[in-house]
């Protein structure tokens, strides 16, 4: 499969951030030390990361809107595309200094009625400290690197690794997990949480997680890893059971077998 040049400006964007992410990555354990801890230098290494995408996109793609995490919104030209960025995706992760954390980026094209915003057609999700780039395009598949992403071929659930996010600190509803979890964990082979939801979902493209379920998140976190899923040939919801462009506010992502029981195990967790 040929890249396209979207996807070459994305992926040199990513790559680029990563790099001074993964320098920055470097000092987190000395800054585990020191007094004042290494909470702004991380909020640091996140802004200086959405500059270097901001700097390499709006250079190659002039014209076209930006969503990012830290910045927000800004506005391009209406019938032009629109990036989606989290340049750290992972910060508790990467500020505790465990290597689990990416960049990911997303691209939304415009309805054509010029009502709001369409489809992801295109997506990645680059891994700094393990050089791994996950993209994919709409109706182009999804890849790593070079190699052609599918969904895992399991189709047992007792056979099965899901992956998710745990509510903290306010954030999310910790009893509605609780039910989803006791629901899934006694058909699964495994529950796992690794603080990353883009990876999550990348994870899930290429057959590593057979599911990830995760509420409360945000367009940044699901945009770009769910276009891998639904291309690598699985399916993304919302627990209603409805695809989306992306879904963030309840996401569950699964492989072609797997997704219905998935969801229906949810479903009636949530029912009780």
Known sequence: MAISGLIRVMEKAARKAGGKLRRD????????????????????????????????????????????????????EPDKPRFIVDPLDGTTNFLHGIPHFAVSIAVQEPRLDGRGWGDIIAGIVYQPVTDESFWAEKSRGAWLQDKRLRVSSRRHLDESVIATGIPFQGHGDAGQWTKIYHALAPSVAGIRRFGSAALDLAWVAAGRYEGFWEADLKPWDTAAGG??????????????????????????????????????????????
């Not at 919801?237 to 992306?246: A, E, I, L, V």
């Not at 569950?252 to 479903?267: C, E, F, P, T």
């Open 25 to 76: 990555f470097g000092e987190i354990e000395h800054l585990q030390v020191s007094r004042k801890g290494p909470s702004d230098f991380v909020s640091k290494a996140d802004q200086a990361a959405e500059r270097i995408i901001w700097d390499e996109l709006r250079v190659a793609r002039p014209g076209w809107g930006f969503l990012f995490e830290e910045a927000g919104e800004i506005e391009g």
């Open 227 to 272: 276009l891998l899923v639904r291309e690598a040939g699985g399916f993304v919801t919302d627990w209603k059971g409805r695809s989306q462009p992306f879904c963030d506010t309840e996401i569950l992502a699964g492989n072609d077998a797997l997704h219905s029981r998935l969801h229906k195990l949810l479903v009636n967790a949530l029912k009780d």
